[in-house]
């Protein structure tokens, strides 16, 4: 019989501002810097209308790493130097590749009103490929494979990496999970995670009891990271919820990160502004 994982770390999701936006930041805290390959997850929510536009970036470049969007409520609309444009509706994923260096811009569609609400995440890239080619995938809804619970009425959603013989669309350079649970009250489901990877659960609303020992609420606590001592999690849905589990092989390389590079050295961060200052990463208007 595989056993449970223990948590190691237990997290709130406390707001923090953006641009003059509140946004929550779960990773990272003061207590814990990164979950490996994992280094950063914001939550945001806001509402959009003719007079609150809500939270939109200006373009602006990344390198090193791979950010990624994925959306629950809303349309948004992603550019790029690339020349990649596109919408994405509720349940869609955007997996960018910054690699070497790309701009980008997002924020709601023209004409959306109403509530936007999302994650975006950064996921590490090993050195050897810090320089890859940067690239774009759209990864729709409909083609995430659908797992139904153990026990009741909901599912599970693959965005990446394998769950009970089922591959997600999106491709990673690393060993990665990306699951998105849709539980009803009273669901229970047992997740298969390798042994050697990280793993964070992430609650957006709801309420769940994770492996019988603690509860994931909105507000309260939203976070939980777990020790490589167990193979399994069990999920148990108090209440309907949607939660974001994420399970990744260690890169285990020192990380050196300045504003929106991810890199190893403070060499290669100052490369990284001088070559967006040249305009090597491209251009966006």
Same mark, same amino acid.
């Given at each position: 019989m595989k056993t449970r994982r223990s948590i190691a770390y237990k997290g709130t999701s406390d707001y923090v501002n953006m641009g003059g936006n509140l946004i929550r930041q779960p990773l990272p805290t003061q207590e814990l810097d990164q979950v490996d390959p994992f280094l950063l997850l914001h939550h945001y929510k806001y509402d959009v209308g003719p007079y609150s536009p809500g939270?939109?970036?200006? #373009? @602006? #470049?990344?390198?090193? %790493?791979?950010?990624?969007? %994925?959306?629950?409520?809303?349309?948004?609309?992603?550019r790029d130097?690339?020349? $990649?444009?596109?919408?994405l509706k509720a349940g869609d994923v955007?997996?960018?590749? *910054?690699? *070497?260096?790309?701009?980008?811009?997002?924020? #709601?569609?023209?004409?959306?009103?109403?509530?936007?609400?999302?994650?975006?995440?950064?996921?590490?890239?090993?050195?050897?490929f810090k320089m890859t080619t940067p690239k774009y995938q759209d990864v729709r809804a409909e083609n995430m494979p659908?797992?139904?619970?153990?026990?009741?009425?909901?599912?599970?959603?693959?965005v990446t990496g394998e769950l009970n013989g089922q591959q997600g669309p999106a491709s990673t350079f690393t060993e990665i $999970?990306? %699951?998105?649970?849709?539980l009803e009250a009273e669901d229970q489901i047992?997740?298969?995670?390798? *042994? @050697?990877?990280?793993?964070?659960?992430?609650?957006?609303?709801?309420?769940?009891?994770? $492996?019988?020992? @603690?509860?994931?609420?909105?507000g309260k606590l939203q976070?939980?990271?777990? $020790?490589?001592?167990?193979?399994?999690?069990?999920l148990q849905a108090n209440k309907n919820s949607t939660l974001l589990i994420l399970s990744g092989e260690p890169i285990a390389e020192k990380v050196t990160s300045w504003g929106p590079y991810v890199m190893n050295t403070q060499t290669e961060i100052m490369e990284a502004l001088?070559?967006?200052?040249q305009g090597k990463m491209g251009h966006l208007y």
């Open positions: 939270l939109s970036l200006s #373009p @602006h #470049p990344h390198r090193g %790493f791979e950010p990624v969007t %994925f959306l629950f409520k809303g349309e948004q609309l992603h130097s690339l020349g $990649n444009e596109g919408v955007q997996w960018m590749t *910054s690699g *070497s260096g790309i701009i980008h811009d997002e924020g #709601p569609t023209k004409d959306f009103v109403g509530t936007m609400e999302g994650i975006q995440l950064w996921v590490n890239l090993p050195k050897k659908i797992i139904p619970v153990d026990k009741g009425n909901g599912n599970i959603k693959v $999970n990306a %699951f998105i649970a849709n047992t997740i298969p995670i390798p *042994s @050697h990877h990280q793993l964070l659960v992430y609650l957006l609303e709801g309420e769940t009891r994770i $492996n019988d020992e @603690h509860t994931l609420k909105l976070m939980l990271t777990f $020790n490589k001592d167990g193979e399994t999690i069990m001088r070559d967006y200052q």
